[in-house]
């Protein structure tokens, strides 16, 4: 028993090369802090980006300043042949990619009677399909190495809904089912699959709320406050290190209490 458990933790232990992580969506909020916390533990980085060129130069030189290589990407990860764009890029940089964070994302609520076709299908590309065509190509090089962790952003909306985002609970609810499978498939060559559930979080994916829509949120948090953005990249980044080797297939919610009900 004891031999067999040493066999196991030895993929943790044996990786002394460059470690690599890529982050979708780096430019901006929860991406953004993913970045520079990861580059703060000494990963090389592969920072994807959209729209957002200015912001993510701007991150790619804070987490220059802790000594880390990084390159920027520009990738629109709903398509396919851009995730190909994205991973060839990635080549430039010399190591294992050991983390990837599935973190770009985007939102267009209404209420489903009037939803259109393309606001369903456009969430769920840019949430849940980017998702598949990212950890499609990443697993190969991680199991070739028997090691790495996969960490994706969903949210409380795909654990328990919330009206008006029918087309957004549905991909994150989507990416917590596809982590947890995943989790299960990638087990034994040692990968882990995790997901991260941001609360409220003050980035520009909410600024479009009303301020008594945000002030009625506070009511049901706990800890009467919404979360940083620090606060969520210090989790992703716990569970993209070795600290956390025998973590896979969890939900980590970091809502300040509000998922606990009332
Ligand atoms: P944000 O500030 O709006 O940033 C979104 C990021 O996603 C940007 O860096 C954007 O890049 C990138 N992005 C969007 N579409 C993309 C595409 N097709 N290809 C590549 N990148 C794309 O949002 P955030 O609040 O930081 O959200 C990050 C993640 O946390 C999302 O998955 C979101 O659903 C989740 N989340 C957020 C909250 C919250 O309260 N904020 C709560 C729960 C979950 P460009 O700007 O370069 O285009």
């Given at each position: 028993f004891t031999s067999l458990n040493t066999r196991r933790r030895l993929t943790v232990t044996v990786n002394?090369?460059?470690?690599?992580a890529l982050i979708t969506g780096a430019s901006?909020?929860?991406?953004?802090?993913?970045?520079?916390?990861?580059?703060?533990?000494?990963?090389?980085l592969c920072l994807n980006y959209l729209n957002s060129e200015n912001e993510i130069h701007n991150v790619q030189a804070e987490c220059q300043t802790f000594g880390v290589q990084t390159i920027v990407a520009k990738a629109?990860?709903?398509?396919?042949?851009?995730?190909?764009?994205?991973?060839?890029?990635?080549?430039?940089?010399?190591?294992?990619?050991?983390?990837?964070?599935n973190n770009a994302g985007i939102r267009s609520d209404g209420p489903l009677m009037l939803m259109k076709d393309d606001d369903w299908d456009k969430v769920m590309e840019v949430n849940l399909r980017?998702?598949?065509?990212?950890?499609?190509?990443?697993?190969?090089?991680?199991?070739?190495?028997?090691?790495g962790s996969i960490v994706t952003i969903v949210s409380p909306s795909g654990?328990?809904?919330?009206?008006?985002?029918?087309?957004?609970?549905?991909?994150?609810?989507?990416?917590?089912?596809?982590?947890?499978?995943?989790?299960?498939?990638?087990?034994?060559?040692?990968?882990r699959v995790n997901a991260v559930c941001p609360g409220v979080v003050q980035t520009d994916m909410?600024?479009?709320?009303?301020?008594?829509?945000?002030?009625?949120?506070?009511?049901?948090?706990?800890?009467?406050?919404?979360?940083?953005?620090?606060?969520?990249?210090?989790?992703?980044?716990?569970?993209?290190?070795?600290?956390?080797?025998?973590?896979t297939g969890q939900v980590l919610i970091i809502d300040g209490g509000l998922t606990m009900g009332h």
């Amino acid at each position: 028993f004891t031999s067999l458990n040493t066999r196991r933790r030895l993929t943790v232990t044996v990786n002394k090369t460059a470690k690599i992580a890529l982050i979708t969506g780096a430019s901006r909020g929860i991406g953004r802090a993913i970045a520079i916390e990861l580059a703060r533990s000494g990963h090389h980085l592969c920072l994807n980006y959209l729209n957002s060129e200015n912001e993510i130069h701007n991150v790619q030189a804070e987490c220059q300043t802790f000594g880390v290589q990084t390159i920027v990407a520009k990738a629109d990860v709903s398509q396919s042949a851009e995730v190909d764009h994205l991973f060839n890029e990635l080549k430039k940089l010399h190591g294992h990619l050991c983390a990837v964070v599935n973190n770009a994302g985007i939102r267009s609520d209404g209420p489903l009677m009037l939803m259109k076709d393309d606001d369903w299908d456009k969430v769920m590309e840019v949430n849940l399909r980017s998702s598949f065509l990212v950890c499609k190509r990443a697993v190969r090089p991680m199991i070739s190495k028997r090691h790495g962790s996969i960490v994706t952003i969903v949210s409380p909306s795909g654990i328990s809904g919330r009206e008006g985002q029918t087309n957004y609970a549905a991909s994150k609810g989507g990416l917590i089912a596809m982590s947890r499978s995943l989790a299960r498939e990638m087990a034994p060559f040692g990968i882990r699959v995790n997901a991260v559930c941001p609360g409220v979080v003050q980035t520009d994916m909410i600024k479009d709320l009303k301020q008594e829509l945000l002030e009625s949120f506070l009511q049901y948090i706990p800890l009467g406050r919404f979360g940083e953005p620090a606060e969520i990249a210090a989790a992703v980044a716990f569970l993209c290190s070795d600290r956390s080797a025998y973590i896979t297939g969890q939900v980590l919610i970091i809502d300040g209490g509000l998922t606990m009900g009332h």
